[in-house]
């Protein structure tokens, strides 16, 4: 099984930037997806981005194309979510997941329920 956790969430201003960080541990990501989803205050949990493991191949919600970029560091077991130009929009508990039964389809939005493991999440609020 593996572990995740989240870091760098914290309070930023709108067109600031912020990277979160998560670690993983327990086993290898070898063949998982790694991604970020985020959730606001009465709102349902929701994709922003996501990465291959091994191949590094990486897709976005629309909602953050251009603005967010997602990567990892295979040998430390670290994945990283960049955020540039935040909008208080962003506003939201973000969380690291893992899919270890991927399936590779490029330029779709997944369901949290693909995902089998979980961060506790950390905070990210961008004021106005």
């Known amino acids: 099984q593996v572990q995740l956790e989240e870091s760098g969430g914290g309070l930023v201003q709108s067109g600031d930037s912020l990277t979160l960080s998560c670690a993983a541990s327990g086993r290898t990501l070898s063949g998982y997806v790694l991604g970020w989803f985020r959730q606001a205050p009465g709102k349902q949990r929701e994709f922003v981005a996501a990465?291959?493991?091994?191949?590094?191949?990486?897709s976005y919600a629309d909602s953050v194309k251009g603005r967010f970029n997602i990567a990892r560091d295979k040998a430390k077991n670290l994945m990283y979510l960049q955020m540039h130009s935040l909008k208080p929009e962003d506003t939201a508990v973000y969380y690291c997941?893992?899919?270890?039964?991927?399936?590779?389809?490029?330029?779709?939005?997944?369901?949290?329920?693909?995902?089998?493991?979980w961060g506790r999440g950390t905070q990210v609020t961008v004021s106005s």
């Open positions: 997941a893992g899919d270890s039964r991927p399936t590779y389809v490029v330029n779709r939005i997944p369901s949290p329920g693909e995902y089998d493991y």
């Open positions: 990465i291959r493991w091994n191949g590094g191949v990486t």
